[in-house]
């Protein structure tokens, strides 16, 4: 069939839910060459969104009323693959790179930003051909339309970005073509071949780049335009709409506009339309996982979640399906937020840090590495090497680790697997990125990640897109340094998204952009407040809005403009609609985006009330079998009781019996965090360690000289602090700490000599079977810091315990006045010997002193009987109380299982009533 005098047909349809059935009834009417033809295979019909496929073949069936040979229908992408494919245009990775290339080796700009920019300016480029716009030909025309943009004149910094921009431009048009200049190209050619009618269907009013590929198209064949236009909506929604966002620039103001909306159903808009505003983020997900809910049981089945705020469209997603309702997510998520990524930068963060426990731990526990391991082999493998970084305090050092686990096997194995694949990767040497992808490949397979990624469906398509990229980079020989390949392998799981393409579902999550023309039962949209509904912000400093403005690109203002008519559309297009936003961030109002917050004032004035639902939390149940009408107060069977007891034991038991069932029967301590630096208690630790050392050398001061004893006090003291020192310079802090009592302390000992003691040894360990009586026994044990000899007021051979403390005098002398302080009087009860004194030592403040307290061995008589009496009571089946002082609960890791907190809140609102 030939046509002797192409045209362009244009037809203006309402955006609303009839948008596809007229446009396929007038596609129909414009593809058949006669009335009655049901063939409609030689035309083309493109759209702008392939999501629309299937909506359309239903409409032309519908209006068809028969059989029908389908036109060709696809978007520009997929009309002109064919022709794009044999184009061999530039990969974006090696487009990247060539630029990354061409401004490293210019010098221009620091290396830590050569990727931000390698980003902006391809997408200023992709833009710019996109709009068929072209640079000047030489550096003075361009840097005249960016003064005129900028509104400067002479400024060097614009001499440099118009250098900057030419020669990038010029330099990578001399290559292979990139992606968005072959898809130029290949339209040409897809259009060269048509034989047929093209129907165009328009996402927006404005044809954009496609008007130049529709006059070309024009004067070969005929070509019908079918494009939205919001003026030609009817309803009461539609009036609704075009008061509160009118389509024509010179509009009076919206309260002179909504005095003419008497003519309103508000009903009807009403029913179609809500807006509701959340104060937390859980509770916006509540709401939308709630109304879709209603939705589905009111039989709606075509529901989309338009996700402007992620993070709570996530939330939302995660309500759903913990209630079997599954979500198909069109716009898919970032790969750097997969498990898969995760496991990869804990790897790469082993590698740059040299094991940091923490990346390292991590790693290891890792569910997709080490498939060839038994999995108890491995979890006691990294328990063991957890308890060994503690226990040593070894916050990195993989070859260091590796030396003093040598000792545990399972440990050691996974350490020799992890020194085997940073071999492979080998992080020290640079690598072009194609061999640095191979390497990280390599390094995986031998820490046995390769079956887990094989098997997973992100770790597929990481391996491929692993591929892809091997493939795209194998000729580049640019080396980069590791650091400098991260940021890149960074930046490119950063852009690349994932999607589950198994979840089939009749609720779909997508963004807005991807709802244009296309009609839902039911749709909330997510996050409409002014900072996730909101058109994108320009970029980085190349493309400030003037720049776009003079080159011929569209700005903000046709995208904010773009953005209302879309959310216009997608109001129109549905049955029931919901606008929902979160309102309070940290106690910070958040503003509801400004597109929305027209429309609210414009309900509200229309309505004489306000406008906006606020979402609730959901409530929670609770059973009256559990409710928290008491503390907790468990008991434990006898056997669960700890045979063991240490001063520190005890004390829990005494400071809350529930802390200590927590604690020590459930076995649910916490693990000390292993500290990058030295903190109070590791300052304390040395101490212990460094006068044990000098007392062990020099057992009695009085004949030996100052100079001698402070030298070598001096020396052990730094001893003891060069390894922490070489691990964290910082630590030089607490050695001069220390450093500035040595004198007092050797003053302070020469004292206590004078007045007959004598250090007898130090960091001594004692137990002691304690007899509960009536068969039962309890081990007490505990590590004494000090023993002397002396004598007391009888002249009687007598011991003085000491416990040093890394605090200042007045805590400690309130701390052995407190009767419900244990610690000197369970170390009394242990030595089981006369105990003339025992005391805390302040080793750091601006007092070196001991503080005693007051009859140790009664304060030991008595502990012994409390004991006796404590662990039989336990025995014997007794309750253990969530009871202690606000003091105790304040820092109590138990606090959020005793229910203590919550009960005093009943007990108040009791009593308040």
């Known amino acids: 069939m030939s046509y002797s005098v192409p045209a362009v047909t244009i037809h203006s349809l309402a955006p609303d839910r009839g948008f596809l059935p007229a446009a396929a009834a007038l596609a129909l009417s414009f593809a058949r060459a006669a009335p009655e033809s049901a063939d409609l295979s030689r035309a083309s019909l493109?759209?702008?969104?392939?999501?629309?496929?299937?909506?359309?073949?239903?409409?032309?069936?519908?209006?068809?009323?028969?059989?029908?040979?389908?036109?060709?229908?696809?978007?520009?992408?997929?009309?002109?693959?064919?022709?794009?494919?044999?184009?061999?245009?530039?990969?974006?990775?090696?487009?990247?790179?060539?630029?990354?290339?061409?401004?490293?080796?210019?010098?221009?700009?620091?290396?830590?930003?050569?990727?931000?920019?390698?980003?902006?300016?391809?997408?200023?480029?992709?833009?710019?051909?996109?709009?068929?716009?072209?640079?000047?030909?030489?550096?003075?025309?361009?840097?005249?339309?960016?003064?005129?943009?900028?509104?400067?004149?002479?400024?060097?910094?614009?001499?440099?970005?118009?250098?900057?921009?030419?020669?990038l431009w010029r330099a990578e048009a001399q290559g292979k073509p990139s992606r968005a200049a072959a898809r130029l190209l290949a339209a040409a050619q897809w259009l060269a071949q048509l034989d047929g009618p093209l129907i165009v269907m328009l996402e927006s009013n404005n044809a954009g780049p496609l008007q130049a590929l529709?006059?070309?198209?024009?004067?070969?064949?005929?070509?019908?335009?079918?494009?939205?236009?919001?003026?030609?909506?009817?309803?009461?929604?539609?009036?609704?709409?075009?008061?509160?966002?009118?389509?024509?620039?010179?509009?009076p103001p919206l309260r002179e506009r909504m005095s003419d909306a008497d003519g309103i159903a508000l009903t009807p808009s009403r029913e179609r339309l809500n807006l509701l505003a959340a104060e937390s983020l859980e509770s916006l997900g509540?709401?939308?996982?709630?109304?879709?809910?209603?939705?589905?049981?009111?039989?709606?089945?075509?529901i989309a979640l338009v996700a402007c705020d992620r993070l709570a469209a996530r939330r939302a997603r995660a309500l759903l399906e913990r209630d079997g309702v599954l979500v198909q997510d069109e716009t898919g998520w970032k790969m750097v937020t997969t498990r898969v990524a995760a496991v990869v930068d804990a790897w790469l963060e082993?590698?740059?840090?040299?094991?940091?426990?923490?990346?390292?731990?991590?790693?290891?526990?890792?569910?997709?590495?080490?498939?060839?391991?038994?999995?108890?082999?491995?979890?006691?493998?990294?328990?063991?090497?957890?308890?060994l970084i503690r226990e040593k305090h070894i916050p990195n050092g993989l070859e260091r680790l590796r030396a003093l686990a040598a000792h545990l096997p399972a440990s050691a194995a996974l350490l020799d697997r992890l020194i085997e694949a940073r071999a492979a990767i080998n992080p020290?040497?640079?690598?072009?990125?194609?061999?640095?992808?191979?390497?990280?490949?390599?390094?995986?397979?031998?820490l046995g990640a390769m079956s887990h990624l094989e098997r997973d469906q992100v770790g597929m398509q990481w391996l491929e897109w692993l591929e892809t990229r091997?493939?795209?980079?194998?000729?580049?020989?640019?080396?980069?340094?590791?650091?400098?390949?991260?940021t890149w392998f960074n930046r490119q799981m950063d852009s690349q998204l994932f999607r589950d393409e198994r979840i089939k579902s009749s609720v779909i999550m997508t963004h807005l952009a991807a709802t244009r023309l296309r009609s839902f039962e039911a749709v909330i949209v997510i996050g409409a407040d002014a900072e996730h509904l909101a058109p994108p912000s320009a970029p980085g400093w190349l493309t400030h809005a003037g720049v776009r403005r003079e080159l011929g690109l569209p700005g903000l203002d046709a995208e904010r403009l773009q953005l209302r008519e879309d959310l216009a559309a997608l109001l129109l297009s549905c049955d029931a609609s919901v606008i929902a936003w979160q309102s309070l961030r940290r106690d910070e109002e958040l503003m509801p985006a400004a597109e929305v917050a027209v429309l609210q004032a414009a309900l509200e004035l229309a309505m004489g009330q306000s406008a906006v639902a606020h979402g609730m939390p959901r409530p929670i149940g609770v059973s009256a079998d559990i409710a928290a009408t008491s503390p907790a107060a468990p008991s434990a069977p006898a056997a669960r009781i700890p045979q063991?007891?240490?001063?520190?034991?005890?004390?829990?038991?005494?400071?809350?019996?529930?802390?200590?069932?927590?604690?020590?029967?459930?076995?649910?301590?916490?693990?000390?965090?292993?500290?990058?630096?030295?903190?109070?208690?590791?300052?304390?630790?040395?101490?212990?360690?460094?006068?044990?050392?000098?007392?062990?050398?020099?057992?009695?001061?009085?004949?030996?000289?100052?100079?001698?004893?402070?030298?070598?006090?001096?020396?052990?003291?730094?001893q003891a602090f060069a390894e922490a020192v070489t691990r964290n310079f910082q630590d030089h802090a607490w050695r001069l700490r220390w450093h500035k009592q040595l004198a007092d302390y050797i003053a302070w000992q020469?004292?206590?000599?004078?007045?007959?003691?004598?250090?007898?040894?130090?960091?001594?360990?004692?137990?002691?079977?304690?007899?509960?009586?009536?068969?039962?026994?309890?081990?007490?044990?505990?590590?004494?810091?000090?023993?002397?000899?002396?004598?007391?007021?009888?002249?009687?051979?007598?011991?003085?315990?000491?416990?040093?403390?890394?605090?200042?005098?007045?805590?400690?002398?309130?701390?052995?006045?407190?009767?419900?302080?244990?610690?000197?009087?369970?170390?009394?009860?242990?030595?089981?010997?006369?105990?003339?004194?025992?005391?805390?030592?302040?080793?750091?403040?601006?007092?070196?002193?001991?503080?005693?307290?007051?009859?140790?061995?009664?304060?030991?008589?008595?502990?012994?009987?409390?004991?006796?009496?404590?662990?039989?009571?336990?025995?014997?089946?007794?309750?253990?109380?969530?009871?202690?002082?606000?003091?105790?609960?304040?820092?109590?890791?138990?606090?959020?299982?005793?229910?203590?907190?919550?009960?005093?809140?009943?007990?108040?609102?009791e009593s308040g009533r």
């Open 214 to 251: 529709i006059d070309a198209a024009a004067t070969r064949v005929p070509v019908l335009l079918l494009r939205p236009d919001r003026a030609l909506a009817e309803g009461a929604l539609a009036d609704l709409l075009s008061l509160a966002w009118p389509l024509q620039n010179d509009a």
């Open 286 to 302: 509540e709401a939308v996982a709630d109304q879709v809910l209603d939705w589905l049981c009111a039989g709606k089945r075509n």
């Open 644 to 718: 063991r007891l240490s001063a520190s034991a005890m004390q829990t038991l005494v400071d809350c019996p529930y802390r200590y069932f927590a604690r020590y029967v459930l076995r649910l301590a916490e693990l000390d965090e292993l500290a990058e630096g030295m903190e109070k208690q590791d300052f304390g630790t040395q101490l212990h360690r460094i006068l044990h050392d000098f007392h062990t050398a020099f057992p009695v001061l009085l004949n030996q000289s100052d100079e001698t004893l402070i030298a070598a006090l001096d020396s052990i003291t730094e």
């Open 750 to 909: 020469r004292q206590r000599e004078v007045e007959g003691w004598r250090w007898q040894a130090g960091e001594v360990t004692l137990s002691l079977e304690h007899e509960l009586g009536a068969g039962r026994t309890l081990t007490l044990q505990g590590r004494i810091d000090r023993i002397d000899n002396g004598r007391d007021a009888d002249g009687d051979t007598a011991l003085g315990l000491l416990d040093y403390k890394s605090r200042g005098l007045a805590s400690l002398r309130t701390q052995a006045k407190d009767p419900d302080d244990i610690q000197l009087a369970f170390y009394t009860l242990l030595a089981g010997q006369h105990v003339q004194e025992a005391a805390y030592v302040a080793l750091d403040g601006d007092t070196l002193a001991a503080v005693a307290i007051d009859k140790p061995e009664a304060r030991a008589g008595a502990l012994h009987d409390v004991i006796t009496e404590s662990f039989n009571a336990l025995l014997d089946g007794a309750a253990m109380r969530a009871q202690g002082t606000a003091s105790a609960c304040a820092y109590c890791e138990m606090r959020g299982v005793c229910r203590k907190e919550w009960v005093t809140v009943d007990v108040a609102e």
């Open 46 to 167: 493109l759209l702008p969104n392939i999501k629309l496929a299937g909506p359309l073949h239903e409409a032309l069936f519908a209006s068809a009323g028969g059989p029908l040979l389908l036109p060709r229908i696809n978007t520009l992408n997929g009309m002109t693959e064919p022709w794009l494919a044999a184009l061999d245009a530039m990969p974006d990775a090696r487009r990247q790179l060539l630029l990354h290339s061409l401004l490293r080796g210019r010098d221009w700009l620091d290396e830590g930003m050569l990727w931000d920019v390698v980003a902006e300016l391809t997408q200023l480029f992709d833009t710019l051909t996109e709009h068929a716009v072209s640079l000047p030909d030489d550096e003075g025309a361009l840097l005249a339309r960016l003064e005129s943009a900028f509104d400067l004149h002479n400024v060097q910094a614009l001499n440099f970005e118009a250098k900057l921009v030419n020669a």
């Open 470 to 486: 091997q493939a795209e980079l194998a000729g580049e020989e640019g080396r980069f340094r590791f650091n400098a390949w991260r």
């Open 350 to 387: 082993v590698l740059v840090s040299d094991a940091w426990h923490r990346a390292l731990i991590d790693l290891l526990r890792a569910p997709l590495l080490f498939d060839d391991i038994d999995s108890v082999k491995r979890a006691q493998g990294v328990d063991a090497l957890d308890a």
């Open 428 to 446: 020290t040497q640079s690598a072009t990125i194609a061999e640095w992808l191979r390497r990280l490949r390599k390094s995986l397979e031998l």
